[in-house]
């Protein structure tokens, strides 16, 4: 199985289907990340507030596959924005996960009450980025109106929008921002843990039409929520700690939806989001600090 790559806007490549470890706790952090990497993942999303990144570290290192063919993907958290904090936060990330250069580095959320802080934020991350620290900048969460606004007082353009979007939450206004500036539409969510594990009514995993399309590939819902996203175009980050549901969401190369599959999941949108407000993320509220490395 080979992972499709993704061209970035400034020529760096991505592997699509990364493992993301977003509620992985520390103590199996390491052999789910190891676990990817034996399947063929070779990209991982981690971020400073997921208090795992010493872990994914440790599972890169132990895994054997050498550091410069693995895509290592972090966030900075709202209480290191501000420019000199952002540049400490890479400092703390870059050392808790052992490496000198991270390969692509985002601003977890925009921080809408503190734009200001923010933007500085991203101002250090184009630093990083013209240093030769991180291989691409990005941020996530970022809605069309702060976007707009980071693009109009920023240089660079980011590589990468990660957001929330499965067959229930589509984002389709956010997608087509990211398709007129060059910006990778990158799934968080990607195959609907938000409807299972944030307590919706329905689950994607569930779903009799994502079940139906499976039927017809020999495949499950998992496996057709992320072909849809390959086929879109998009990247997906989908988290497990099993190792068979590591090896079932690679197992995504040997099959193609058809124009009416893809049109039939498309149609799946409730407009609902799973996950938080990103205008409800402030410094009082989610500010915890990230402990040094
Ligand atoms: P996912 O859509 O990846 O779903 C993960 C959930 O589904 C887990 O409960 C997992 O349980 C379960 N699961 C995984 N594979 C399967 C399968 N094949 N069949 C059935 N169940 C399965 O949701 P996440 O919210 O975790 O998102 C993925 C990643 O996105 C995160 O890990 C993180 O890296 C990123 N993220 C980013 C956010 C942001 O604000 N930027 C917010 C949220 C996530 P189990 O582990 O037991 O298999």
Redesign the pocket.
Known sequence: MTNNIITLNNGVELPAIGL?????PPDVTTTAVEEALRTGYRHI???AA?MNEREVGEGIRLSGVPREEIFIET?LWISDYGYEAALHGFEKSAKKLGVEQIDLL?L??PLTTRFDLTLDAYRALEKLLADGKVRAIGV??FMPEYLERLLAETSVVPAVN?I?L?PYYQQKEVQSLHAQHGILTQA???????T??GGAEKSA?EDPTLLEIGREHGK????VMLRWHLQQGRSA??????AE?IA??FDVFDFELTNGQLAAIDALDTGVRG?PDPDSITLETFGMPIPEA
């Open positions: 993301g470890v977003f509620q992985t999303d981690t971020a997921y966030k985002l977890h959320q996530s969460n990660q929330e499965h968080w969510s990607p195959i609907g843990g938000i299972s594990y995993f499950s819902a998992a496996q980050i989908p988290k497990s700690t099993r549901r079932e969401n996950g």
